[in-house]
Structure formats: C-alpha cells, structure tokens
Nanobody, 128 residues
C-alpha cells in the first residue's frame, strides 16, 4: 500500500502563489520512480478534475488548459515527493487539491481512473 500526503494548501489572495507538496510512503514503496504522478482538484459542487500530471522521470508533463503558464509540476524521486507550484492564482482555482499515483512508467496519466493511489487532499482558497 502506498500512502500519499499533501501539504502546502492555504488561503491566498488572487495573484498570489502557493506550492503544494505530495509525500509518498508505505511498505510497497521501493521508489517513487515506479509511479506516474498527478494532481486533481475538486471545487464545491463540482466534479473532480484533472490539473497536472508528470511521468515517472519527469520527462513528460500535462496541464489542463486553465492552468497552463501558471502552474508547474515537478518531482524529486530521491525524496519520494512531488510538487505543484501555483502562480498567479485566481479565485476559480479554489478547490481541494489531491495528489495521485499510478504504478506505470508508460508516461504521464490524465484520467482519474488510471490512478491507483490518492491522498486525502489539501484545501486551496483564493480570495478576490
């Protein structure tokens, strides 16, 4: 079993920045390099949506259109940690942000059903 714990959420004014972290642990974790990773978010009253994804070695990344140019995804496998740097935040970015892991080296994954493990989420609130 793989455990994922998000951190770094909080309240920020529009135009501000936050950096989310996702730390992986667990008995089945030999190395995070066995996993593609991703970020999803869910706003109140809305479906969970894809935000960003990164392949096992960081060689490929995907972003949803609404965050392109503002968000950056990265990972440090030696630290079993993934990051989401969020700049120029907007009120519509307000949501609970979840990290997820997919046991594959086939590339970055954009669909929620492709992920095997999920964190509990961290709240991001952007005030106008």
């Amino acid at each position: 079993q793989l455990q994922l714990v998000e951190s770094g959420g909080g309240l920020v004014q529009a135009g501000g920045s936050l950096r989310l972290s996702c730390a992986a642990s667990g008995r089945t974790l030999s190395t995070l390099s066995n996993y593609a990773m991703g970020w999803f978010r869910q706003a109140p009253g809305k479906e969970r949506e894809f935000v960003a994804a990164i392949s096992w070695n960081g060689g490929s990344t995907y972003f949803t259109d609404s965050v392109k140019g503002r968000f950056t995804i990265s990972r440090v496998n030696a630290k079993n940690t993934m990051y989401l740097q969020m700049n120029s935040l907007k009120p519509e970015d307000t949501a609970v942000y979840y990290c997820a892991a997919a046991m594959t080296r086939a590339g970055a994954r954009r669909e929620a059903h492709e992920y095997d493990y999920w964190g509990q989420g961290t709240q991001v609130t952007v005030s106008s």
